[in-house]
């Protein structure tokens, strides 16, 4: 993780100095309708809360207290958004998100039906990846200012696991599903610096759009601020704070056994990065 942010350091000294030429872009060709850029984030994340409960009987397991996540973790994100006539934009963002802690259990706890005793050596994985494609259009003309609204598309890619370091007791829970989420987006530059917001939510009680096919309840937010210095040929750098939460409770009544397929689990949590833009 050091060498990472060094190398982001070191990549926005070198731009800085005027080592590369006034363009345009390095992706964006001067006269094109066309603009492609990317974009990379790598920080820490800091888990205020994370509590889980699998199946109707099981333990609220409060993750930062009972689990190991009262660290940060490493945290990193990567996008890439293809716009057009400055007003239209669509998004790729690929977001990993793979907490894995180890920790040493105060009291009994009940997940799926399985009884882990007080006092076993446990080692916890709480993955959850998501990937979301977005569509974005900016109400304001001026290519210096955006408020940009649209929808997304995310997929989430979880995988949840409690194991025993004895091997002897284990409990996995893996699910790939759909959700539609509203976005909004905002930016304003002032010279060679810029301002700007992101956020991506959507609340749903029902079945299909929390993307179960039974009724559930479901919550994301993915919210951020952002400001940056723009430098030379197309290069942006930026600071950028997040509140990633969200969470879901129902019946999937077509899980697998073990366990009765229900789920209460509400994520709350802060990240804080260094980027670069590309364009």
């Known amino acids: 993780m050091r060498k990472h942010i060094i190398s982001v350091v070191a990549l926005l000294a070198t731009l800085s100095t005027g080592a590369f030429a006034q363009s345009a872009g390095l992706l964006t060709p001067i006269d094109s309708d066309l603009e492609l ?12 809360s994370n509590v889980l409960q699998q199946g109707q009987n099981g333990t609220a397991f409060e993750y930062v207290t009972q689990g190991g996540q009262d660290i940060l973790f490493r945290f990193a994100r990567a996008s890439v958004e293809l716009g057009w006539r400055n007003r239209h ?5 690929i977001q990993p998100l793979d907490v894995r802690t180890q920790a040493l259990l105060d009291e009994d706890i009940i997940v799926d039906g399985l009884t882990f005793p007080s006092g076993t050596a446990m080692d916890l994985r709480y993955g959850f990846d998501f990937y ?7 109400l304001l003309p001026e290519p210096e200012r955006e408020l940009a609204i649209g929808v997304s598309l995310q997929v989430r890619d979880a995988s949840i696991s409690f194991a025993s370091q004895a091997g002897d ?17 905002g930016r304003a530059e002032f010279g060679g610096t810029f301002v700007g917001f ?10 299909y759009i929390s ?12 919210a951020s601020l952002r400001g940056g210095i723009l430098l030379r040929n197309g290069f942006e750098a930026f600071l950028n704070l997040r509140y990633l939460g969200g969470g879901a409770r129902g019946v999937e009544e077509n899980d697998p056994e073990p366990g009765d397929g229900f789920t209460d689990n509400w994520l709350h949590a802060g990240a804080l990065t260094v980027g670069v833009t590309v364009r």
């Open 211 to 222: 993307g179960s096919t039974n009724d559930f309840i479901g919550a994301i937010v993915d």
């Open 169 to 185: 007791l284990f409990r996995i829970t893996q699910d790939v599903g759909p959700v539609p989420i509203l976005k909004a987006r």
């Open 198 to 207: 992101e956020v991506d939510g959507f609340y749903a009680d029902g079945r």
């Open 37 to 48: 850029s990317a974009t990379v984030e790598l920080g820490m994340i800091d888990v205020y």
């Open 89 to 93: 934009s669509v998004v790729l963002l």
């Open 132 to 138: 979301r494609l977005s569509y974005l259009f900016d």
